[in-house]
């Protein structure tokens, strides 16, 4: 295992790794549990793509993430467990108990049916018993697909039908903050379309009635309680899949990203010890959901196959009180916590009365994930949490690298605010212009690619892989490109500045406009629609969308609040427009193409110098936006 341990071996160690990547691979890959050593540590050409790590392997994640830590670590703490209420019984799980729950209902699965390569649909909440589903999966050579618990029947039908699921598990429902999410009645409703799913497993969470299909359905505590804790693990290809996750992009249709089996592992680990600097006994917490892929790897399987303890919350930032996340930290002594800037943002704007109630004294390392971290967040989460001396870590990564790509190693990499700073040993980053030659030298701004194969990256998207040639491939000759814009300072430092495609970030949320108008232009009342985003002061980016309707709209409040209850029934409430603005017309280019570039100014309150508009089938289309802009709601 590597451990990088000051700036002077970060930089040796970085050198090696793009001279020598096999031998600094196979270094990194030594620490691990293998039931077969590998063959071959790389074989790769962007053209296809093919990209294959630790070939001739046998190995499963779950022996590295559990077995091979019981000798030392059984009665250590894998998993803490907050519940939402905080007067719910909170859960400590230790690594002998994890390994009991994960095998029995590994077994379970196996009872019902799943084998290895089938996939298999998790829509729960935060509740400890995804991440056993999680790992119970892996366990047995089943691919997880985890479908975030705040997505709506129809994107979870969607969901299940690309990838063929044959199982779903799911819970009767939670609570985040104060609101209920009725899991079982929107997976009912997804059910009817679905019809891969062979069985239904459902977790007793929050104890209200449900409706239950016996023929179908089956209680989770009553199929695991009766199976052995034992079980084998199945012997896994290193480029065996290992899940899928779905995330969106520039076109309607969310694509399932595929991870595999050895590579994701090493790198999960590797990545998680040395951004976060993870200390022996520590107690870390990262905030999000197990339906990012951040709750993937810095949840469950960076944490777990580092031998550390990692909390899972189940509640929001601001439930009760905007001093949750503070009070938990107390609770826990957390040393090492890791966040989003919304939620950074979110908590600034409540006050410092919330967080001076708390101690915090036991955390060290300060996180930060998901969309540009803002000079002024940083500042306060640096200031007021970190108490100006925890390392502060902007992290950089995708769904698609399934882990830290460029960030600062906490406390031995030179922070600058803003900026993620330098690639990890092993990621290659590179620049290009719009004719796609590379951009040599510093100070610096171009497209963010990556050169070089890493462990973690993507293999394909389910079931298309000519999406995933053309989306990640194909913009630039043998080159992976990330969809984000980036700067390079005159000290090589790297400062993501967002995404150049059609993708928004909503609150860390990945949304494509395309998804979004679609959804909108499924409403009876609609003709046509066009989606940007705009800045937003806590959500980072907020979703503003121009409607032309089929009939004249005499009460916009009432047409908006429509269109927003069908996106969530078409998306989920996270896709919810902010703004929703009816227009007679689109400012569309003579070959019909949206000029968002205005749409996007207008979004933003610009109203003049809106650029070139001589392109235009019809100019007068922008005035008529502006003044119609009183019809926002
Ligand atoms: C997009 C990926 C990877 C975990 C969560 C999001 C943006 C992510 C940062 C950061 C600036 C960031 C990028 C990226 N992003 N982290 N530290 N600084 N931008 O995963 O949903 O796959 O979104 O999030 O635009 O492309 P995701």
Redesign the pocket.
């Known amino acids: 295992m590597i451990q990088i341990k000051d700036f002077e071996e970060y930089k040796a160690m970085y050198a090696k790794s793009v001279s020598s990547p096999g031998q600094f691979w196979d270094e990194v890959a030594s620490s691990f549990y293998w039931q077969k050593k590998y063959d071959n540590v790389l074989n790769w050409e962007f053209d296809s793509p093919t990209v294959k790590w630790f070939e001739g392997a046998k190995v499963n994640i779950t022996e590295n993430c559990i077995d091979r830590h019981l000798e030392k670590r059984a009665d250590q703490t894998a998993l803490l467990f907050e519940p939402n209420e905080p007067s719910d019984t909170a859960q400590s799980i230790t690594y002998s108990a994890l390994s009991k729950q994960v095998n029995k209902l590994a077994n379970g699965l196996k009872k019902l049916g799943a084998k290895k390569g089938d996939r298999i649909c998790l829509y729960m909440p935060m509740s400890p018993e995804l991440a056993y589903a999680v790992l119970a999966c892996a366990r047995i050579g089943a691919i997880h697909s985890v479908v975030f618990a705040g997505f709506s029947s129809k994107s979870l039908a969607d969901r299940i039908n690309d990838a063929s699921c044959k199982l779903l598990l799911t819970a009767d429902g939670f609570y985040r903050g104060k609101k209920y999410i009725d899991l079982k009645t929107i997976s009912d409703e997804a059910l009817k379309q679905t019809p891969s799913i062979e069985n239904v497993l459902v977790l007793k969470h929050s104890g209200k009635p449900i409706s239950f299909d016996a023929h179908r359905d089956v209680w989770y505590h009553s199929l695991v309680e009766t199976q052995s804790d034992q079980c084998p693990a199945e012997p896994m290809d290193a480029e065996d899949e290992l899940f899928i996750l779905y995330?969106s992009g520039s076109t309607g249709k969310p694509k399932g990203v595929v991870h595999t089996t050895a590579g994701y592992m090493v790198y999960a680990e590797y990545s998680f010890r040395n951004v976060f600097q993870y200390r022996e006994g520590d107690i870390y917490w990262c905030t999000a959901d197990i339906g990012?892929?951040?709750g993937h790897s810095y949840i469950i399987y960076g944490p777990l196959l580092a031998g550390a303890t990692t909390l899972m919350f189940e509640g929001t930032p601001t439930y009760p009180d905007a001093g949750r996340f503070w009070e938990v930290v107390d609770k826990y002594k957390v040393n090492i916590f890791y966040t989003a800037p919304t939620a950074i943002r979110a908590l600034q704007a409540k006050g410092l009365e919330f967080v001076q109630k708390h101690n915090l004294s036991s955390l060290r390392v300060l996180g930060?994930?998901?969309?540009?971290?803002n000079e002024e967040a940083w500042q306060w989460y640096h200031t007021h949490i970190g108490k100006g001396n925890c390392a502060l870590v902007?992290?950089?990564?995708?769904?698609e690298t399934g882990g830290i790509m460029i960030s600062p190693l906490a406390g031995i990499t030179k922070e600058k605010p803003t900026f993620?700073t330098y690639p990890l040993p092993g990621i290659q980053p590179v620049l290009v212009d719009a004719q796609g030659e590379e951009i040599i030298g510093n100070d610096v701004e171009g497209n963010l690619c990556v050169k070089f194969p890493w462990p973690s990256m993507l293999r394909t998207t389910w079931g298309d892989h000519k999406r995933c040639k053309e989306v990640y491939f194909s913009a630039y000759k043998d080159k992976y490109f990330?969809?984000?814009g980036c700067k390079r300072d005159q000290n090589g430092m790297y400062r993501?500045t967002?995404?150049v495609d059609d993708v928004i970030?909503v609150s860390?949320h990945?949304i494509g406009t395309a998804e979004v108008e679609n959804a909108i232009n499924a409403h009876d009342k609609v003709v046509e629609s066009a989606v940007v985003g705009y800045p937003h002061d806590i959500k980072g980016q907020g979703i503003y969308a121009y409607v032309i309707a089929n009939a004249q709209v005499e009460n916009p409040e009432s047409f908006a609040a429509e269109i927003r209850a069908h996106i969530t029934t078409e998306i989920g409430a996270l896709a919810k427009p902010d703004k929703i603005q009816v227009v007679a017309g689109l400012p569309k280019t003579r070959s019909g193409k949206i000029m968002r570039r205005i749409l996007r100014k207008v979004a933003e309150g610009v109203t003049d110098n809106l650029g070139d508009t001589s392109t235009l089938l019809d100019p007068t289309v922008v005035e008529s936006i502006i003044d119609s802009r009183a019809l926002v709601s």
């Open positions: 995330t990012w892929i951040t930060s994930v998901g969309e540009p971290i902007d992290t950089w990564w995708q769904t993620a990330t969809g984000d993501i967002g995404r970030n860390g990945r």
